[in-house]
Each structure stands twice: as structure tokens, then as C-alpha cells.
């Protein structure tokens, strides 16, 4: 099968489906203006895809299937950043809720704001992030199950533009699960932070939720629903071998992808620098990503932030292809990014958007998660006190830069 993904005069790119397997055909004068486009294609035609169905390719579950309106959105997004230098969130995160069935030790999302979006501010924010241009909406919390008006969101976003991902801690996720296909999610991520059972439930303050975890994410798949497994990488995590561990419980339960996060020094964790992956860390989860990509035939797809934020994939999405919206309606880079370029209720996510991208900080390429920079930490994280209420202003982080403090 071979699909016109765009077909523009200087441009032509087709897609050629045979058997599961894709390549791409790029051509015409522009072509080799595009190398950022073309590292792209390379990646989706190299590694293991994280579903082939009967209709749709599906390379990853933040990319919109093959064959689709959303996934020709994806490619003329890139080529506008490309060609028009216009910068797109291809990606949003949107924390509807504050609330968590879940006490984690390495909470993102703590000290924050209880306030939450109405049901039509948040639509209000889906359309104009459908009117950017961005291709994948991803619906966060603390645990978004714990909005009743959760279909309602889900179903607001065109699938013709966008794809609605969901991300859940899993302790309602089996009494969910049909109301949340009925409206059209594309997938579901649950997070899952330890293989071990009694670990995962210590480490989330909830006896019984790696059993809940797994109901649920049978529940999907009986469903239909394509389902991911997130988790994150601390040290002791890599040394330890308990990453692949995860990845074989993923692989026996059938999901379609596992991403694995770095630790990530915020929100709880803010100033635990120590939790930082070191070099030699990264690498080994670099070696991690490629081995289990390799096999095209076999377990899940996965997606490992050391090397998918890096340069070898496609460096910090932070402010430059995403950004996130809080439950109370702060626009920041990233879910991990304690800093605020504007609430949506006072400036609306457009202005915002434009602030964030504008900024000398976040206006060009990084090819790392600045959240792990000591350079990044130092200029703007170590400015935060711990009884600051997050996210935190970029206006006043740079009044205390310029004081010194």
C-alpha cells in the first residue's frame, strides 16, 4: 500500500506499507533542506513499531497511526517548523485534576494549586490547542479517572487532528475502561513503578494497586484499547536490573509500549539532585532502548527518555515541540518544569505558548532534559524555595536571579 502524506510543490513524501514493515519516499527540491524531518522518518522506519492492526500502523503511542488525518497533521507540523521556522506544540499535557488516589514519594505534581479547570475551560483549551497545530493530547493528573467529565474531554478532541492519550496511577482504570473507549481514547499509560508487587505498592502508598494496575490494563486490551506502561529510572533501578525486569512483565502482559522517564528531580524531589541518572546510567538505558527495538517481532515497544531526549533521538520536547497546562491552568514547558509562562484564564494557551517559545532558555534546541542540567538547575531551580507554590513564574525566578538569591 502506498499513502501521499504530502504532496506540495518542492515536496513529496509517501508512505510504503508492505507486510508491517513502512518505509518512507522524500522528495523534490526542498527535500534536503529537511534532514530534521528525514531523522524522523529514519527512526519510524528503523524501530519496532508499537502495534500493527488490520487498518493503521501504530509506530509509537504518541504518534498518531499510519494511515490517518492526524498522523499527515504530524508531517506538515514538522515541515512548517522546518521550512516556516514556526514553532508548533505538536504535544500537550493537560492535568485536569490535582487529585490522586496515590501518596508517591517522587510525586510530580505536589505543591500545587487544589483549583481545577472547568469541563468548559478545558474544551476551551483543547480547541486552541488544536488550532496550534498540535497532534497528540494527553490527558494527566494527579489521575485524570478522578474527573467524571474525563469522556466528555476525551471526546471534545478531533481525532481527525489529534490523538487523546491518558495517563493514570490504575486504581479505577477497570471500572473506567469502556466509558473511556466509547469516547475514543487512543491509549492508556498506566504507571507502574516497580515490578515488584509490594515495592510498587510501597512506593505509591496504596496496598493492592499493582493488582488494580494489572486488572485495568487487561480491561484495555480486552477492550481494545492500545495500552502503554510507564515507569521511571532511578540509579538504584538500572544498577539493579529492575528496568528490563519491567520491560518482561510488559512484555507477558501484552501492552503495546513502556516508557521509561528518567528520575527527574521536581516536584517532591525538587532539590534531590542525587537521584539524577549519571553518564554511565544513560548509556546503559540507551543500550536498553536499542536491544528491545531491535526485535520488530517480539514484546513491547519502548520508549526511553535518556535516549529519546538526547542526541540520538530527538532532544528535550520541553518548550519546543510541547508543553503542559496545570489543573489550574498554568502553562509550562513540561509536566517536570516547575515554571509558569501564563495562565490560560488571564492569557489564553496561544499567548502562551508564544511567551515559552520566545524565551532565550527554551527558544532553541536542547539536546538533553534541561530539568538535569546542572546549568539549567542553577539558573532557575535552585531559585525556588521549598515553600514556593508550584509552578512558579518565570518573572519572579529571574527577579531572584538578578538579585542574587
Known sequence: MR????????????????????????????????????????HLEEEKPAAVLEDRIVFSLYL????????????????????????????????????????????????????????KEWKEVIEDALDLGTYNVTFTGGDPLLREDLPELISSVD?????????????????????????GVYAVHVSIDSPDPEEHDELRGVPGLFDRCLEGIRACLDAGVLVGISTYATPEAVETGKVEDLLRLAARLGVHEVTVFDAVPTGRLL????????????????????????????????????????????????????????????????????ISFGNVREVGLKKAWKRLTSHPEWKRWSDRCRMQDPRFRRRYIRKISPEDRLPIRIEELERRAGEGS
Open 271 to 338: 532539590h534531590r539532585e542525587d537521584v539524577i541518572l549519571s553518564k554511565r546510567h544513560r548509556e546503559e538505558l540507551v543500550d536498553l532502548h536499542l536491544r528491545w527495538n531491535r526485535d520488530k517481532r517480539s514484546g513491547p515497544r519502548v520508549s526511553v527518555m535518556s535516549y529519546v531526549n538526547s542526541r540520538h533521538g530527538s532532544g528535550c520536547f520541553a518548550g519546543y515541540v510541547q508543553c503542559h497546562v496545570t489543573n489550574d491552568g498554568e502553562v509550562t514547558p513540561c509536566d517536570f518544569t516547575p
Open 3 to 42: 499513502v501521499t502524506l504530502v504532496d506540495k510543490p518542492g515536496v513529496r513524501l509517501e508512505a510504503v506499507v508492505n507486510e508491517g514493515e513502512v518505509s518512507f519516499e522524500l522528495s523534490g527540491r526542498l527535500a534536503r533542506l529537511l534532514s530534521p524531518l528525514k531523522k524522523l522518518l529514519r
Open 64 to 119: 498518531p497511526p499510519l494511515p490517518s488525518k492526524a498522523f499527515i497533521r504530524l508531517i506538515k507540523a514538522r515541515l512548517k517548523s522546518e521550512l516556516l521556522r514556526r514553532r508548533i506544540p505538536e504535544a500537550i499535557t493537560m492535568a485536569v485534576t490535582a487529585r490522586c488516589p496515590c501518596n508517591c514519594v517522587h510525586c510530580s505534581a505536589a505543591r500545587r494549586s487544589r483549583k481545577e479547570l472547568s469541563t
Open 159 to 183: 481525532p481527525d487532528k489529534a490523538i487523546a492519550a491518558v495517563f493514570t496511577a490504575g486504581y479505577n482504570l477497570r471500572e473506567r475502561v469502556d466509558e473511556l473507549a466509547e469516547a
